[in-house]
């Protein structure tokens, strides 16, 4: 099914489709996750959690659940709480724009938020134990209103989401550049549009799960954990739990699946630790499905309401609006998703003058931080469906609309008027976005559609196309340390902060240390995700560790192979010019017998007690560790074209193709680059037409199965087909830009696009997604009454809001 | 609801004594009681598929299964397909063809495979693409899932003359 193309050959193509280091365990079931320690003498937890959205917890009587059989330990705040420096943890990310300090408790206290949220925890000898205990605990719950809806939550005289505060208005910030005023004054065209993007959950396969180890004999504290972060984990668990860093050491093992909300840490992961240490017995916590349901961040609600404002030749003069984003009851991560989306929505396009209004509301519900494309997928969904919205209004294609306002090649690197979250600016590095496009339209034969389109219709078939263009920050900064060694026995070893969840970063470092020291990657042996092996790190998120690790992986292995080089000049007598290595030894190239294992080259390095190095200048072993700073982000970027079918009697949308023109700049290994868009195609798909994380007025989770929050299945993905440019990135030695979430970022405005564009006879216009079949068919049933104006199903227009009424306030009373 | 059933499990034509509560899955004693953790559990509602194994020649999720009933039945399991160091070939097809990332679906998508391919050896690309709807992976996009029990299919025809209907 999957296609894919090298669309040009002059470019050079360093990337090789290695086999990935990974497969061999994954496919034979050898591989270890979380759930696969079993150490001996394990005791298992089970987590007591509010039923209710919002209460108050007035009484919690564990006694029964403590007599049942098996129960070893029933703990609630108030017994851990001796043991804890804190109740809250310091999840988040800084921000000036915060108004609410509202940090997740360890345990809930006195007061519940949302509808999942920890109360206390059995631990048994058995899960089925601990389980059956955990609903003999008594906790007596009285009921507080509820903040269900972002809209209503920063309404004067809403209840407030924690009793504590006076108001839900985490926070409030704006994006400003240009002159919004004069370009809505003397534009041709200027009209208005609200829209609502709903995104679910991230539905890892694998759930969260964690399993803690205290060694009395060394008080040292292990933690496994299924987590993107583990160097972000061992920081909270540390300061929580008053333990210096050389005592804990927090280890991610195989991690099936991560797509955002493993980077965050959570209340069962400190809890857990604390328990081994008081219990001195291993602990395990594997989450379930249900559980992940309620109790792992989600990405969920969005309302826009944007003004875009053009010249009648459709040149872009500018853009305004507000955002509204549901935040949930805590702040797990910061505001990077609501800060992503808008940023995200002026890249692609040269837009003169842009505001936006960002207000972040406190919601009952589960916190909300990234899932894969964190927010940006939001920021093009709407500017592209601005676009077709423009294009129909000028008369124009909505590929020209888009031709005449994307940046141009020669503007590269293009410095917009936009900050990161860090204030560092945004700088397009590389990327020829038109000729993205242009290839795009060639392949989907958008010029010859309208004639299918035609011959469809007369047969009864309602087909449409759509396009989308993203442009994706990827890379995020600022340093991930890797070391590399050439050990005394003769094997590469490689350590870095960087942690695996399935994109095949072992093989990725490997392949790119063993472009240095030669050979084959296979031999290379790569340890992420462990604390004790790499003090500093900050693991798998934001499509980054190609570009961060990677550079560092690149320096290191550079070092390590010059340190090889002046050793075996030294010692064979040849000059460093004249050799070469072939990742076993260095050999001289024009005598290839005279030559120095890298087993007989390290142990040389490593020296003999009371004699000269071999080289006095260079130190001894050979290794390198390296942390490359990079502060400015990489963009990648791309086009997506779907072509969908809408069966008008059910409302149901079969995609038949999609197509995907990607700029990654250069792929180090295509196979491993397809296989993350694909994923993240998918993964958009869902988000454009399936994946609906419900709740009802009480903030009650009404979808907490995956027979009722759906997921893509094989049978309903379409024909994909990948096409790729490769604009290297300047920023980087190796040209490198993220791929892991961009899949996600084009896919449900180019479907949606699709599916209003086989709806045209019925006057649809579609501002959310995603869109079931119920949504449609009711669109559909009630197009010939609706008047034109009627507004969409989740219209949201922006309140006029004072920001200086919401005052800073925090849990804690501070 | 801790009294034990003490019964013989066969898997992999290997005979584990175990000794177990009624309400034990099949799925936890296989990984719990018998070490074999390759069988991974990832909704424990008989959806995603991940946990699936093959009982007496067909795939079944092994959270819906209470252990005693395979008492007497085969069962088979991802740690079952490699003939030591040598991949299965459904096995080598998923690395050929990058079917997988994370892995923890693939035990399950690959006993499936196998027990669908059993029962018919030479599926069209619909019944292919009918059968890996059976499970969910969140990866891959199942694209080179699919890819992957193409090239089994033709290699497995190949051998056995079998004939391709599409």
């Given at each position: ?40 003498g ?24 403590a ?8 703990h ?15 999840t ?47 906790v ?61 959950g ?53 991690v ?18 604390l328990c ?5 017995r291993?602990?395990?916590?594997i ?27 459709a040149?872009?003069r500018?853009?305004r609006?507000a ?10 991560r910061?505001?990077?998703?609501p ?23 406190l ?15 939001q ?8 676009l ?16 005449r ?6 503007q ?15 700088i ?15 392949h989907?034969?958008?010029?010859s ?6 011959s469809?219709?007369?047969q009864g ?34 350590a ?24 084959d990657?296979?031999r290379?042996?790569v340890?992420?995700g462990?604390?004790d ?9 934001n ?6 690790a ?7 292995a ?16 040849a ?7 072939d990742?076993r ?10 030559r ?13 007690p009371g ?5 006095a ?19 990648a ?10 069966d ?6 079969t995609?038949?193709?999609?197509l995907?023109?990607h ?18 195609i998918a ?34 993905m ?5 096409f ?80 200086d ?10 | ?33 018998c ?42 399991t ?11 070939s459904v096995q ?50 199942y ?22 209907n599409?």
């Amino acid at each position: 099914m999957p296609q894919s193309s090298q669309e040009t050959p002059n470019n050079s193509y360093p990337g090789a489709p290695v086999r990935r280091l990974e497969d061999y365990g994954l496919l034979t079931g050898s591989a270890h996750f979380v759930d696969d320690l079993q150490l001996p003498g394990t005791l298992c937890a089970a987590f007591v959690r509010s039923p209710y959205a919002h209460a108050l917890v007035n009484r919690t009587n564990t006694e029964e659940a403590a007599k049942a059989p098996g129960v070893v330990a029933v703990h609630t705040l108030p017994d851990l709480q001796p043991r804890l420096t804190d109740t809250r943890m310091a999840t988040g990310l800084p921000s000036r724009s915060l108004r609410l300090d509202v940090k997740p408790g360890v345990l809930a206290g006195d007061e519940v938020v949302y509808a999942g949220e920890p109360v206390a925890v059995v631990i048994a000898r058995s899960r089925y134990a601990a389980e059956d205990a955990a609903d003999l605990v008594e906790v007596d719950y009285e009921p507080l209103d509820v903040v269900a809806d972002c809209r209503s939550a920063l309404h004067t005289d809403s209840s407030a989401v924690h009793r504590k505060l006076s108001h839900n208005m985490a926070a409030a910030f704006e994006f400003d550049y240009g002159n919004t005023e004069d370009a809505f004054r003397d534009a041709d065209l200027a009209f208005r549009e609200s829209f609502h993007l709903h995104r679910g959950g991230a539905h890892s396969i694998e759930c969260r799960g964690a399993v803690a180890r205290h060694d009395p004999a060394t008080d040292h504290l292990t933690l496994w954990t299924s987590t993107q972060r583990p160097h972000g984990i061992k920081r909270v668990i540390c300061d929580l739990l008053g333990r210096n860093d050389d005592s804990v050491r927090v280890i991610a093992p195989q991690v099936g699946g991560g797509f955002g909300p493993k980077l965050v840490c959570y209340p069962e992961e400190v809890v857990i630790a604390l328990c081994a240490t008081i219990l001195q017995r291993p602990v395990k916590w594997i989450q379930d499905r249900y559980e992940y349901f309620l109790s792992t961040t989600q990405e969920r609600d969005q309302y826009w309401d944007v003004e875009i404002a053009l010249d009648s030749d459709a040149t872009i003069r500018g853009m305004r609006g507000a955002l509204l984003h549901d935040h949930g009851a805590y702040t797990a991560r910061g505001l990077n998703v609501p800060y992503a989306s808008g940023i995200t929505l002026p890249l692609a396009y040269n837009i003169p003058a842009y505001h936006l209004d960002v207000y972040v509301a406190l919601t009952n519900k589960v916190p909300v931080t990234p899932v894969r494309g964190a927010g940006q997928p939001q920021g093009v969904f709407v500017m592209e469906r601005l676009l077709d919205r423009a294009a129909g209004k000028l008369s124009i294609d909505r590929a020209e609309v888009r031709r005449r306002n994307l940046v141009r090649k020669e503007q590269m690197p293009c410095r917009k008027s936009l900050r990161l979250r860090g204030d560092t600016e945004v700088i397009l590095d590389s990327g020829d976005y038109p000729a993205t496009q242009e290839l795009a339209l060639k392949h989907a034969g958008w010029d010859s559609f309208r004639e299918r389109q035609q011959s469809a219709l007369e047969q009864g078939r309602y087909i449409g196309i759509g396009l989308a263009n993203f442009v994706e920050g990827t890379g995020r900064g600022p340093y991930e340390t890797v070391t590399v060694r050439i050990n005394a026995s003769g094997n590469v070893a490689v350590a870095s902060g960087a942690t695996a969840m399935g994109q095949s970063t072992q093989t990725m470092l490997a392949q790119i240390v063993a472009e240095q020291l030669g050979g084959d990657p296979s031999r290379i042996g790569v340890t992420c995700g462990d604390t004790d092996a790499t003090p500093l790190g900050f693991g798998g998120f934001n499509s980054r560790q190609t570009v961060i690790a990677g550079a560092s992986a690149h320096a290191a292995a550079r070092a390590v192979k010059a340190k090889a080089f002046k050793l075996a000049s030294r010692l064979l007598e040849a000059a460093e010019h004249d050799l070469e290595i072939d990742g076993r030894a260095v050999f001289v190239k024009d005598a290839p017998d005279r030559r120095l294992t890298f087993a007989e080259l390290a142990r040389a390095a490593s020296g003999l007690p009371g004699f000269k190095l071999p080289v006095a200048d260079m130190g001894p072993g050979l290794e390198a560790t390296e942390s490359v700073i990079i502060d400015d982000m990489v963009y990648a970027n791309g086009s997506a074209v779907a072509e969908v079918e809408v069966d008008i009697d059910t409302g149901r949308v079969t995609v038949l193709r999609f197509l995907v023109v990607h700029d990654c700049g250069r792929r180090l290994n295509p196979v491993i680059v397809d296989g993350q868009v694909l994923g993240g195609i998918a993964h958009g798909i869902g988000n454009a037409l399936f994946e609906w994380m419900g709740f009802d007025e009480d903030a009650q989770p009404v979808t907490t199965t995956f027979a009722d929050y759906l997921l893509v299945a094989a049978d309903n993905m379409p024909e994909v087909r990948l096409f790729h440019l490769e604009s290297d990135s300047p920023f980087n030695a190796l040209g490198v830009k993220g791929v892991g979430e961009s899949g996600c970022l084009p896919t449900p405005a180019a479907i949606v696009s699709a599916i209003e564009d086989a709806l045209a006879p019925f006057g649809a216009k579609l501002n959310q997604a995603p869109l079931t079949p119920a949504v449609l068919w009711e669109l559909i049933r009630s197009a010939p009454d609706s008047a034109p104006d009627t507004a969409p199903p989740g219209h949201w227009r922006a309140p006029d809001i004072d920001k200086d009424a919401y005052r800073q306030e925090s849990l804690d009373g501070r | 609801m801790s009294d034990k059933i003490p019964f013989t499990l066969n898997v992999n034509s290997r005979e584990y004594q175990v000794s177990v509560e009624a309400r034990q899955t099949l799925a936890d004693v296989i990984r719990e009681e018998c070490g074999l953790t390759g069988t991974r559990v990832g909704c424990e509602h008989g959806v995603c598929g991940s946990c699936t194994i093959i009982v007496d020649g067909a795939p079944v999720r092994a959270c819906l299964m209470f252990a005693v009933q395979a008492e007497g039945k085969e069962v088979r399991t991802i740690e079952g397909m490699a003939d030591g160091e040598e991949l299965h070939s459904v096995q080598r097809a998923f690395s050929d063809n990058h079917g997988l990332q994370c892995g923890f679906c693939t035990p399950g998508f690959i006993m499936l495979i196998t027990a669908a391919l059993e029962q018919n050896p030479a599926p069209t690309d619909e019944e292919i693409r009918e059968m890996l709807s059976a499970n969910l992976c969140r990866c891959t996009g199942y694209q080179n899932i699919f890819n992957a029990v193409k090239q089994y299919v033709g290699e497995s025809t190949e051998t056995t003359g079998a004939h391709k209907n599409d």
